[in-house]
């Protein structure tokens, strides 16, 4: 079983900063790409940054310039850096990840989510 704990959202004003940290953890052999997602009150689930393995990145048009998304591979660890926040980027933020656990068996994760909350 692997378990993905997301920490660091809470409430900023606009302009601000904020950094989401998210650790894997349990039985992991291999973690592929990980990912921050958002979903907003009333709207979808987006995908917000792409890491892979080996630190390749993609981002949403809607924060490319702002947003940073990094990784720690002995730490099993994901960030997302967020500067210049919006109004629009107030979301619940979750990461997500897949990979191959002890029993050899594919897994795919997600955290439980952090709420963001960008005042205007």
């Known amino acids: 079983q692997v378990q993905l704990v997301e920490s660091g959202g809470g409430l900023v004003q606009a302009g601000g900063s904020l950094r989401l940290s998210c650790a894997a953890s349990g039985n992991i052999v291999t973690i592929n790409a990980m990912d921050w997602y958002r979903q907003a009150p009333g709207k979808q689930r987006e995908l917000v940054a792409t890491i892979t393995s080996g630190s390749s990145t993609n981002y949403a048009d809607s924060v490319k310039g702002r947003f940073t998304i990094s990784r720690d591979n002995a730490k099993n660890t994901v960030y997302l850096q967020m500067n210049s926040l919006k109004p629009e980027d107030t979301a619940v933020y979750y990461c997500?990840?897949?990979?191959?656990?002890?029993?050899?068996?594919?897994?795919?994760?997600w955290g439980q989510g952090t709420r963001v909350t960008v005042s205007s």
């Open positions: 997500h990840t897949t990979g191959i656990a002890f029993d050899w068996r594919t897994y795919d994760a």
